[in-house]
């Protein structure tokens, strides 16, 4: 059993700066990437940005140069830096993490329960 537990979200005028946390708690042997989903409404879900064990990042096009995805592998978190946020920033952001629980087990993509960003003036 794996547990992700989000933090950080709110509401920010445009132009200003949110981060948000996600620590993963539970049976852990190994994670591999993290990251963040997003999902407007009446939008599809977007992977926004993702890390992978190794500090290799990847982010949508919309948002590169405003945010940045981090980890700390020894507190099993991801964070997400986000600067200069506009209205279409707006959606629920829900972090997930690749685990493996134990070493000969598969490896699955455990959520987080997903925390709203609003930018609004």
């Known amino acids: 059993q794996v547990q992700l537990v989000e933090s950080g979200g709110g509401l920010v005028q445009p132009g200003g700066s949110l981060r948000l946390s996600c620590a993963a708690s539970?049976?852990?042997?190994?994670?591999?990437?993290m990251g963040w989903y997003r999902q407007a409404p009446g939008k599809q879900r977007e992977l926004a940005a993702s890390i992978g064990s190794g500090g290799i990042t990847n982010y949508v096009a919309s948002v590169k140069g405003r945010f940045t995805i981090s980890r700390d592998n020894a507190k099993n978190t991801v964070y997400l830096q986000m600067n200069s946020l506009k209205p279409e920033d707006t959606a629920v952001y829900y972090c997930?993490?690749?685990?493996?629980?134990?070493?000969?087990?598969?490896?699955?993509?455990?959520w987080g329960q997903g925390t709203q960003v609003t930018v609004s003036s």
């Open positions: 539970g049976s852990i042997f190994n994670i591999y990437s």
């Open positions: 997930y993490a690749d685990v493996r629980t134990e070493p000969i087990k598969d490896v699955f993509r455990s």
